[in-house]
C-alpha cells in the first residue's frame, strides 16, 4: 500500500504529464494546419504536371526510344526502396506503420529473390529498419534542420535517386510515405517513382493537338526528372500532414489517458487518506474508553 | 474574338497567379514567344528569364528559373520550377541562383558529362544575363 506521500508526488507526476501532452497536441494542431495548407498549395501544380506527363508518355512513352525514367531499364532486379518517416517520435503508429510496410516489402522482394537496396529520410525510419536492414542501407537524408518542407529539398532527394539510377545502381525505384486522409486515419502507401507511370484522367481524353517547342522527346525528357522531385514533394508533404496528424490524435488519447488516471489516483488517495483519520478515530475512542 | 484568356502560374510550393490576361511573354528554350488568346495549343520548356503578364488590371514581371508553359483552348498556364515577381528579386536572391547554375556548370565540367556542360553553360549565361535585364 503506497503512503499517502506516494500518492501525492504520483499524482503530481501525471499532471505535469498531462500538461506536457496538452501542449504537444495543440502544437502539432497547429503545424497539422500549415501542413495541410502547403499540401493544399502543391497540389494545383501536381495536378497539372501530371496532364502533361499523362499526354506525352502516352504519345512517346510506348516507343522504343523512350526513356529509361519511363520505359525502365528493362529488368527489375535491383529494386531501391525509399522509406520516408518523421524525425521524431511520440506520433502514435506513424512510424512504425511505414516501416513496416516497407519491411514487408523489403522481404517479399528479397524471397522472390531481387537485390533489395534502401534509402531512408527521417531518423525514426533509418533506426526502426536498422535492425534488419542495416547492410543495404545506400544512404539517408536528414531533414532535422529542416523547419519547413520546401521544394529544394525534394529536388536534393530526387537528384541522389536520379544520380543513383544513372548510375545503374537499381532498376525500381518506391516510395513509401502515409497518405493523409483526416486527422485519425493515415494510410501507409507505396509508390513506384521509377520507371513512372502515368495515367491519363478521363477527362483529358479529348486532348488537344499539342505543338511541342523543341521535340516531344526532348520535352518528355526534360521533364522526367523533374516528375520524379515533383512526387517525392508529394509525398514529403503528405507525410508531414499525416505525421502531425498522427501525433494530434496520439497526444490527444494520452492526455485523456492521464485524465482518467488522475481521477482514478485521486480515488484512491481519498480512500487511503479517510481510511488513515478513521484508524486515528478508532485509536482516540478505545483510548478514551479504557481509562 | 476572346480578347483575355485564363493566365495560371504555379510553382511546386504555391500557385502565385490566376488571372485573366491578354499577352503573356515566356521565355521558351528556343526564344521567347508571345502567348495571346486563341494561340495554338503549344507545350514549351523554359530557361531561366522574364515572364511578362500583360492584363487589363496592369503588366506585372516575374522571374522564372526554369519549367514549362502550356497553351491550350482554355488559356496558359505556367509551370515554374520557382517563380518570384521582379518586384520582389534581391540581388542577393539572384546571386544565389547564380551560384547554383554555377556549381552545376563546375560539377558538369568535372565529371566531362559533355552533353551536360552546354546545358549547364547556357543555364549560367541566362541566369547571368537575367540580373542585368532587370537592371539589379
Known sequence: MPSLKDLKNRIQSVKNTRKITKAMQMVAAAKLRRAQEAAEEARPYAKRFNAVMAGLASSVGGSESAPKLIAGTGSDQVHLLVVMTAERGLCGGFNSNISKLARQKANELIAAGKTVKMLTVGKKGRDALKRDFEDVFVGHVDLTEVKRIGYSNAQDIAKDVLGRFDAGEFDVATIFYAEFVNVVTQVPTAQQIIPASYEASEDEGLAAEYDYEPSEEAILADLLPRGVATQIFAALLENGASEQGARMSAMDNATRNAGDMIDQLTIEFNRSRQAVITSELIEIISGAEAL | ?136
Open chain 2, 1 to 136: 474574338m476572346a480578347d483575355t484568356m485564363q493566365f495560371d502560374l504555379v510553382s511546386p510550393e504555391r500557385s502565385l497567379a490566376s488571372l485573366k490576361a491578354t499577352a503573356v511573354q515566356i521565355p521558351g528554350a528556343e526564344g521567347d514567344m508571345t502567348a495571346m488568346p486563341l494561340h495554338a495549343p503549344t507545350i514549351t520548356t523554359l530557361r531561366p528569364g522574364l515572364l511578362k503578364v500583360e492584363s487589363p488590371e496592369g503588366n506585372t514581371d516575374y522571374v522564372v528559373t526554369g519549367g514549362f508553359a502550356e497553351i491550350n483552348a482554355e488559356g496558359l498556364s505556367v509551370l515554374a520550377e520557382k517563380a518570384i515577381p521582379t518586384s520582389e528579386l534581391t540581388r542577393e536572391q539572384l546571386d544565389t541562383l547564380i551560384e547554383d547554375a554555377r556549381a552545376a556548370h563546375k560539377a558538369a565540367v568535372d565529371n566531362e558529362q559533355h552533353d551536360l556542360v552546354t546545358d549547364a553553360a547556357k543555364l549560367l549565361a541566362d541566369m547571368e544575363a537575367l540580373g542585368t535585364h532587370i537592371a539589379l
